[in-house]
């Protein structure tokens, strides 16, 4: 019953800024930790950003400055804010989150159905 749902992407123009919202609802009894991954034709998945419940977080090299991560526990949401977008960061990006859905449950990963970005002029 756990969804991921993200919104905010969108076209923007080179420099522009985009800020990413993952929203997790459902049967969630613990996130270990949640991260923004992203996904251009042709390439895989790579990781972007994440955090872990712990409040550790890390950035792929090429968006460190530029992108941040943050969440808003209560509501069980991550944002990315995107600043100074280039092209070469278009791509879908996924919301994942690593959870327990019981107390006793396993531990899974859940991922959000994806958000179009595209960064062009």
């Known amino acids: 019953q756990v969804q991921l749902v993200e919104s905010g992407g969108g076209l923007v123009q080179p420099g522009g800024s985009l800020r990413l919202s993952c929203a997790a609802s459902?049967?969630?009894?613990?996130?270990?930790?949640m991260a923004w991954y992203r996904q251009a034709p042709g390439k895989q998945r790579e990781l972007v950003a994440g955090f872990t419940s712990g409040g550790s977080t890390n950035y792929a090299d090429s968006v460190k400055g530029r992108f941040t991560i943050s969440r808003d526990n209560p509501k069980n949401t991550v944002y990315l804010q995107m600043n100074s977008l280039k092209a070469e960061d278009t791509a879908v990006y996924y919301c994942?989150?690593?959870?327990?859905?019981?107390?006793?449950?396993?531990?899974?990963?859940?991922w959000g159905q994806g958000t179009q970005v595209t960064v062009s002029s």
């Open positions: 994942n989150a690593y959870l327990r859905t019981t107390v006793v449950g396993s531990r899974s990963d859940y």
């Open positions: 459902g049967s969630i009894f613990h996130i270990y930790a």
